[in-house]
């Protein structure tokens, strides 16, 4: 099972996007874990994930996020179009794309 972080300012628009992210892959018959959390908080479960996606709200935050996972998961910030139109279908192919699924 892949986990999934995704890190956002507050989270309300972020959870609409972990459920169509869940839904699609529920589509695929693929299991996934995706968490969403501030990046305030993201620090205690960043080791227990294989990607972190930003939203594009807070791609100002990537070097401190890498500097988290430490070259260890892939740090990806999230199209500002497929995040806009909430395509979490879209976003869960890239995901799997880039950890080689």
Same mark, same amino acid.
């Given at each position: 099972?892949? +986990?999934?972080? !995704? =890190? ?6 972020? *959870?609409?996007?972990? %459920?169509? &992210? ?10 996934? %874990?995706?968490?969403?959390? @501030?990046? *305030?908080?993201? *620090? +205690?479960?960043? /080791?227990?994930? /294989?990607?972190?996606?930003?939203? @594009?709200? =807070? +791609?100002?935050?990537? @070097?401190?996020?890498?500097? &988290?996972? %430490?070259? +260890?998961? @892939?740090?990806?910030?999230? /199209? ?6 909430m395509n979490g279908k879209a976003i869960l192919e890239h995901v799997?794309?880039? !950890?080689?699924?």
């Open positions: 099972m892949k +986990r999934i972080l !995704l =890190v956002c300012a507050a989270g309300m628009s972020t *959870s609409l996007l972990v %459920n169509k &992210m869940k839904a699609a892959a529920k589509e695929k018959g693929i299991e996934i %874990n995706i968490d969403a959390l @501030p990046v *305030s908080e993201c *620090s +205690r479960v960043i /080791d227990e994930v /294989d990607i972190v996606l930003l939203g @594009p709200q =807070v +791609r100002f935050q990537k @070097p401190q996020v890498d500097a &988290m996972v %430490n070259g +260890r998961i @892939p740090v990806e910030v999230i /199209d500002m179009r497929l995040y806009g139109t799997l794309e880039v !950890l080689g699924v």
